[in-house]
């Protein structure tokens, strides 16, 4: 096992930058950014010939300090952009061209976590390349170098001598536990779409105001618009992250809107969370990083939905 | 469709515009060295862009050698730029994607087609198909509506090649000058016709509306669920199962539909 000083935390995200552009994520918007961005161009298209040429997703990336939940919620992108049906291109790209360094939670970062009741852990990542992990005496990290990318930081980080062997009288410490706990039945994907024509999705959604935030913050939200800005003798089709919350995500042309009020929005939200997505990609979707809870101007809480599995 | 980057469309161009009624036209399209932009199996779907404006999914409803065509109404303001586009003008196309209609599960039934409107633009596709593999099909029928005889699609079919070759029942919604066939409503004209179940399956595609009250006549008529097929529409933007918006449940319209038999619908979330 390899060892990191705290003392060289700093100086080991440093020597990473001549190789990789750098992305720190912070605590608000998780890392899906670097991998699925807000907007992106597709391609240009001659507007005289039709003819499309795509664009390029961007050169070497590492996502430093990504959350053991964002890493899952990596995985998930990974399960729905790459690994059943067809492969988006510019996902498939920018994941290649991306190392992640997770550092796993020495404290649980916010009271609205609950990861480790989706079958997550504060402390696991097996999306990562590299997982650091803090010590027993908070001196420093342990390191675990997950896979070839893994390797390739580790040589930067030797060759800048900042990492070394874990000296023998220290040891990981051990994993903190989610201070929010939810009950999440086994069957809880069968249950909740047996449930579709429940009361209770009305008085979830009560409370929304359409806003989307939810959506925005969350890692695993994935949908996007494909839309066209207009340059004169060419355009650039971009796609951009959309919203299921809206009610012109599901609008069409003729009028008809198959998910017209907002108790079918949300309760088609959480049911792709919880369900829908499980059923295609045999993993839950929501992750519980929590970042929905806390940033709803509503107070909206997808975990009374997971409760609701109990009870049902 | 485009290995690498299936939402990179190909570079295409009108080769002839029909003008079906006042607001819909029949556009064929091939690319532009001449060929046919790729063989869709009847029922699938074509992501067709006008350059500069955007693009919109739409059923094919015909193809030959060296096109395929798709019959478009003008609703909204994609379908407003391609309506304004001549012989010729540039488009891109990617596709295709979804299911198809069972064309081997059918082998060896009487088909009823019914139709409602632009909603015989996607069953179109299959009566071709039919047509041409006429030997592994039973009795053929369509039987078509709409509100007026100016808005009848395809009236070269209609009142040309499909009566000799199979039973045409047309009908349009209430009576006017000069027409001397059926007046009324779908859902009525599928109950007088009589159509036995026995042995038949029914291609059921129109407004929503029509099918609802079209359902009611079949099911009445003792049509079971599994021998009625539909194909659906929904908002779409990547046609392969990403961008999220055109699911019913764990379902995706774009790649396990757009057909679906009723029976299937059922285990569904009524969302569509």
Known sequence: ?312 | MNAANPLLPAACRIIGITDETPDVKTFRLQTQGGAKPFAPMPGQLAMISVPGAGEAMFSITAQGEDWIESSIKRVGALTEALHELSEGDAVGVRGPYGNHFPVDALKGKDLLFVGGGIGLAPIRSLIRYALEHREDYGKLDVLYGSRTTADLVFKEDLFGNWPQRMGTHITIDVPEDGWDGHVGFVPAYIEEKGFSPKGRACILCGPPIMIRLSLASLYKMGFEKENIITTLEMRMKCGIGKCGRCNIGSKYVCLDGPVFSMAELDELPPEH
């Open chain 1, 1 to 312: 096992m390899m060892y990191l000083l705290k003392e060289n935390f700093d100086k080991a995200r440093e020597a990473l930058a001549g190789a990789y552009a750098v992305v720190v994520p912070d605590e608000v918007l998780p890392p899906k950014d670097a991998l699925f961005p807000r907007s992106e161009t597709l391609y240009e298209t001659d507007r005289r010939t039709g003819e499309a040429r795509a664009a390029g997703a961007g050169g070497k990336t590492l996502l430093f300090g990504v959350r053991p939940c964002d890493a899952r919620a990596i995985g998930n992108l990974d399960a729905a952009f790459l690994e059943s049906g067809y492969v988006d291109a510019n996902y498939a790209q920018r994941r290649e061209n991306a190392t992640i360094v997770a550092l796993a939670c020495a404290q649980i970062p916010s009271p609205a976590c609950f990861c480790d009741s989706m079958g997550g852990s504060p402390h696991e990542a097996p999306e990562a390349d590299v997982v650091l992990t803090e010590a027993a005496d908070g001196s420093g990290y342990a390191l675990d170098f997950q896979s070839e990318k893994g390797s390739a930081v580790a040589e930067i980080w030797k060759a800048a001598d900042l990492i070394g062997p874990m000296p023998a009288h220290l040891e990981k410490a051990p994993a903190p536990t989610c201070t929010l706990k939810v009950n999440k039945v086994p069957d809880l994907a069968q249950k909740l779409t047996a449930a579709f024509e429940d009361g209770l999705w009305e008085r979830l959604a009560e409370a929304c105001l359409g806003c989307g935030c939810c959506t925005y913050v969350c890692p695993t939200c994935y949908c996007f618009d494909i839309g066209l800005e207009n340059r004169g003798g060419t355009a650039d089709t971009f796609r951009c992250w959309d919203s299921c919350m809206f009610p012109g995500y599901t609008q069409m042309a003729g009028g008809h809107n198959p998910r017209w009020s907002k108790t079918q929005r949300l309760r088609n939200r959480y049911l792709h969370k919880l369900a829908y997505f499980d059923e295609r990609y045999g993993r839950t979707l929501c992750v519980g990083c929590g970042r929905c809870i806390c940033r709803c101007p509503q107070g909206l809480d997808i975990t009374r939905a997971v409760e609701w599995g109990e009870r049902l």
